[in-house]
C-alpha cells in the first residue's frame, strides 16, 4: 500500500485557491487517489477521486501528473466552511481496497 | 453518493461493560466494510477489514478478542468492545465499499465511545 505524505497544516483566506500536495512516491499501477476531508466528530467525507491528469467536480479539482507520485488538491475560492483535515489516500480499485490513513493536512481559513 | 450509518452516535458505558456499535449501508451492497477508530487531532487508524459472511482481518496491535466484528449480511456489519476500560474511549467510525459503482469508500457518521 502507497504511503503518502502530506503538510501537517496550511492557512488560507476566504475567497483564495487552496493547493494542497501529496506525496506517494510508491503508488502502484491499479491505484486510484482519493481525497477526504473531514470536519470535527464526524465521518471523513469524499472529495474527489483520479487515477491520472485532471478530474474536476463541483467543489474541487485533483491534478495528478503523468509519473502519478504525487497529487494536488485544489480548492477554488474557500470559505470559513471549509477548514477541516483534509486526506490524501491511494489504493487500488478491488472492493477489499483498504485505506490507511496518513496524518492529513488541517487547512484553516481565516476571514 | 452511497450512505452509511452508525448507531448509535454516542454512548457512554462503564468499564467492565461491553458496547456493541452498529454500522449499515442504506442504499447499496457492502461486500467490504472497515472500521477505524480516531483519538482527538489524531488521523483515523484502521482496526479491521470485514468480508461479508467471513472473520474480519485485524490490523497488527489490535486485539481480536477485544473488539470483536461481525459482518453477517451485506449491509450491516457489527463492532463489540468487550469489557471496555477508559483507554478505549475514542471515536469509532466504519466505511463501507461494494456495488455501489464506484471505487471509493463511504463513511458513517462515527460513533463517540466514552467509558467511565
Known amino acids: 500500500l502507497a504511503k503518502t505524505t502530506q503538510p501537517i497544516s496550511m492557512d488560507s483566506y476566504e475567497g483564495q485557491e487552496v493547493n494542497i500536495t501529496c506525496s506517494h512516491n510508491n503508488i502502484a499501477t491499479n491505484d486510484y487517489i482519493t481525497w477526504y476531508q473531514q470536519f470535527p466528530s464526524q465521518g471523513p467525507r469524499f472529495i474527489i477521486q483520479?487515477?491520472?491528469t485532471k478530474v474536476t467536480n463541483e467543489v474541487a479539482s485533483l491534478f495528478i501528473p503523468a509519473d502519478r507520485k504525487s497529487s494536488t488538491l485544489s480548492l477554488p475560492r474557500v470559505s470559513l466552511s471549509d477548514t477541516a483535515v483534509y486526506y490524501c489516500?491511494?489504493?487500488?480499485?478491488?472492493?477489499?481496497?483498504?485505506?490507511?490513513f496518513g496524518a492529513g493536512t488541517r487547512l484553516t481559513v481565516k476571514p | 453518493g452511497a450512505v452509511v450509518s452508525q448507531h448509535p452516535s454516542r454512548v457512554i458505558c462503564k468499564s467492565g461493560t461491553s458496547v456493541k456499535i452498529e454500522c449499515r449501508s442504506l442504499d447499496f451492497q457492502a461486500t467490504t466494510m472497515f472500521w477505524y477508530r480516531q483519538f482527538p487531532k489524531q488521523s483515523l487508524m484502521l482496526m479491521a477489514t470485514s468480508n461479508e459472511g467471513s472473520k474480519a482481518t485485524y490490523e497488527q496491535g489490535v486485539e481480536k478478542d477485544k473488539f470483536l466484528i461481525n459482518h453477517a449480511s451485506l449491509t450491516l456489519s457489527t463492532l463489540t468492545v468487550t469489557s471496555a476500560h477508559p483507554e478505549d474511549s475514542s471515536f469509532y467510525i466504519c466505511?463501507?465499499?461494494?456495488?455501489?459503482?464506484?471505487?471509493?469508500?463511504?463513511f458513517g457518521p462515527g460513533t463517540r465511545l466514552t467509558v467511565t
Open positions: 489516500l491511494v489504493g487500488d480499485t478491488s472492493f477489499n481496497n483498504d485505506m490507511r
Open positions: 466505511s463501507a465499499s461494494g456495488t455501489s459503482g464506484g471505487y471509493e469508500q463511504y
Open positions: 483520479g487515477y491520472k
